[in-house]
């Protein structure tokens, strides 16, 4: 039996990212939170992770079956559902909160994130802004941010087409 594994990504707004990974083949457990904040004695809520004073960015804890889909291929989708060269912000949404980064939990994810951060690298004309950096502790989101596009059936934020990765990556 292979043990599953955890990984952290901020790329814009949690709910259209917590829905694009959901899609995923191998994928068990999706959820919205806070990760990259400046103090590990709090428990950000959404209002003051928006007021910009926490250092709090949007986003999603997810756990994975890497026998399934590795963590090279989450990281090469993470590239493709986000602008990696805008600072603080993604389409409509602006603020440290909508930063581009990889929360590593192992010196492997670190190592595979920055290999693919250069190859993804070498495809543009613009300097990718995305932070690789060392997990700090998750906090979830209220239960209000959790499935909120299956909730509300609609997307609200700004996630562009996906489905050329999604159609051989879905379940």
């Known amino acids: 039996m292979v043990k599953e594994e955890t990984a952290i990504f901020a790329c814009g707004c949690f709910w259209g990212v917590e829905y694009a990974f959901s899609q995923l083949k191998g994928i068990s457990k999706v959820t919205s939170g806070y990760c990259g904040c ?18 709090c960015a949007e986003s999603v804890e997810f ?6 889909i590795s963590y090279e ?3 090469q989708f ?4 986000h602008n990696s060269t ?16 990889i929360f590593y939990l192992s010196l492997e994810q670190k190592k595979i994130a920055e290999q693919i951060l ?13 932070k690789i950096t060392k997990a700090t502790p998750f906090y979830k989101a209220d239960e209000y941010h959790q499935k ?15 489905s050329r990765f999604l159609k051989d990556n879905t379940s």
């Open 148 to 162: 909120y596009v299956e909730k509300h059936g609609k997307f609200s934020c700004h996630i562009p087409t996906m």
């Open 118 to 130: 250069k190859e993804h690298q070498k495809k543009l004309n613009q300097k990718i802004v995305t």
């Open 38 to 55: 400046k103090s590990s004695c709090i428990t950000p809520s959404y209002q003051q992770v928006c007021n910009g004073t926490t250092g």
């Open 86 to 101: 805008t600072q603080n912000r993604q389409g409509p949404d602006i603020g440290s909160q909508y930063r581009s980064e």
């Open 63 to 68: 756990i994975f079956d890497p026998s399934k």
């Open 73 to 75: 291929t989450l990281v």
């Open 78 to 81: 993470f590239f493709s559902i």
